[in-house]
């Protein structure tokens, strides 16, 4: 009966080659045998170390199989062991470097990960019923809590008061504590990683959890003989931690639903697109999604290949990754990546870039229609990736829709359906599109939410000839919040100086009406 339960606990030992950061949690594991042991055996001997040896030898061996394939298999194709080189070449001033972060890195997990807990939403940044449901889970923690307390009271026998400073078992929680922490610690100090409480660094605060509880419990044993106050503080924190557990939740909520807006909206922009795309960005908009998360569902939506280990598209986040490519402007650059199992094989070329700001519209950004004028709020970086736009690799056929098995697709009768579908039509020419779209976005009562979204339909009336509705249009842009004139302006007059544009008189009147001549 006994070898099922080891043999299952062995088989668990497994789980850091998928949870690395809780690896060198498996030193604690002989300090927890040996107290067993002592607890169990009246009288110590060595045999009680070989005991505790003997027990520790599988998993041990667990670990020294995941140390071989970690450093020597797998290798670091992501974070180095940058910490660790410091060590060896330089062993000084990395253990100085080590030893003065680690006072910042105790204050991170065991005290400003429980000052998070005590920003409280409001209705204007959270939203009224989410701020409701917030205040109905922290007074239910609570109450739950105090009932849960009162009855545990309730059963209790009564015991001698235990002086916690003379007990052992107190300070070895202490003693635990310390020695989790470290332990926790190895591995963020060896590869020199950022702790913190914010996506997605604060993963790596998970290790640190059993440190944590441990120093808690030494903590309130103190207070073993105050129990209204112990029970209040406990009331509190749980009060709080669900709190924060419920905001994250609706956090991840809102984010799931951006994500799927993202790829509905790309959708409609981008209905099929050549092989080998790279798509450019140093704003995707989603908090809990990085360029390698949004990798996978592009391919999804748009992928044709049949390789089983080569990726179609990539999305590249230029200020999580800063490759020479693209800090250098090496346009036309042969570019490969790998992911995973997959590698993306393509050129900086045949590139892509766009901004998503929800709940703005997706926009793609180019140097013709959506650039550092057009859009007048571009950050420096924004306007360095829409230099590797090409819009020839934007296909109107086959229409792609987003992977329906995960994710559902946005309502059509949204403004950023009409403006998506519009920026498309405008690209191709298709003006009379455009104009068609116009009219049914201001006849249910649609408008967007930065000036700039009514470009498409401005030069879809220009071009169609209905000068009525593209006034109608400027005097949108020109009373909005913002000084988005020079937008409006150099739109007028890029059309006008197209030379197939049919209405050269009537376009130089609007110009000359909003003082638009250079």
Request: aromatic share 16%; with cysteine; glycine share 4%.
């Amino acid at each position: 009966p006994r070898l099922l339960p080891a043999l299952i606990s062995i088989l668990l030992a497994f789980s850091m080659f998928s949870i690395e950061n809780f690896a060198m949690l498996e030193l604690v594991r002989p300090f927890l045998i040996w107290k067993i042991i002592r607890q169990k055996s009246t009288a110590h001997s060595k045999k009680d170390c070989w005991k505790v040896i003997r027990q520790w030898i599988p998993y041990l061996t667990v670990l020294v199989f995941f140390l071989i394939w970690r450093v020597f298999i797998f290798r670091f194709p992501t974070y180095k062991p940058t910490g660790v080189a410091g060590i060896l070449q330089v062993p000084f001033q990395a253990i100085g470097s080590i030893l003065s972060r680690i006072p910042r890195d105790f204050f991170t997990v065991y005290i400003n990960v429980w000052v998070a807990n005590l920003y409280l939403p409001t209705p204007m940044n959270f939203g009224k019923i989410a701020t409701f449901l917030f205040w109905l889970v922290v007074i239910s923690t609570s109450g739950l809590s105090v009932f849960f307390f009162h009855l545990q009271h309730g059963k209790q026998k009564v015991s001698p008061t235990v002086n916690c400073h003379q007990d052992r078992t107190v300070w070895e929680q202490l003693l635990g504590s310390v020695l989790l922490f470290l332990l926790a610690g190895s591995i963020v100090w060896g590869l020199d990683l950022r702790l913190e409480n914010e996506f997605a660094w604060d993963r790596l605060t998970l290790a640190f959890i059993p440190g944590v509880a441990l120093l808690g419990g030494f903590l309130f044993a103190f207070l073993e003989d105050k129990k209204t106050i112990q029970i209040t503080l406990l009331t509190i924190l749980f009060a709080l931690a669900s709190g924060l557990n419920f905001q994250n939740g609706i956090a991840f909520k809102r984010d799931w639903e951006n994500l799927q807006a993202f790829l509905t909206q790309l959708s409609w922009r981008i209905p099929a697109l050549a092989e080998n795309t790279i798509f450019i960005t140093s704003e995707p908009g989603l908090n809990y999604y990085s360029d390698n998360s949004l990798t996978a569902p592009v391919n999804l939506q748009y992928s044709t290949y049949s390789s089983n280990d080569e990726l179609s598209h990539f999305v590249y986040n230029t200020s999580a990754r800063a490759d020479a490519w693209f800090e250098s402007d090496l346009i036309d650059m042969e570019y490969s990546k790998s992911y995973r199992s997959f590698t993306f094989y393509g050129n900086t070329g045949s590139a892509i870039a766009y901004r998503f700001e929800p709940p703005s519209c997706l926009q793609i950004l180019d140097r013709k229609f959506s650039n550092s004028i057009t859009t007048p709020n571009l950050t420096d970086r924004q306007v360095k990736e829409l230099r590797f736009t090409d819009l020839d690799l934007i296909l109107q056929e086959p229409a792609n829709t987003p992977f329906s098995p995960l994710f559902a697709a946005s309502e059509t009768d949204s403004w950023c359906y009409y403006f998506e579908k519009a920026d498309l039509a405008r690209q191709f020419g298709d003006y009379a599109e455009v104009v068609q779209l116009g009219n049914s976005a201001l006849a249910d009562g649609k408008a967007p939410r930065i000036p700039t979204e009514w470009l498409p339909f401005l030069e879809g009336y220009l071009w169609q000839g209905d000068f009525s509705a593209a006034r109608t249009i400027l005097q949108e842009i020109a009373k909005a919040e913002g000084n988005y004139t020079s937008a409006m302006c150099y739109t007028l007059r890029r059309i006008a100086g197209e030379a197939q544009y049919p209405f050269p008189s009537d376009i130089s009147a609007l110009i000359a009406e909003h003082n638009c001549q250079k």
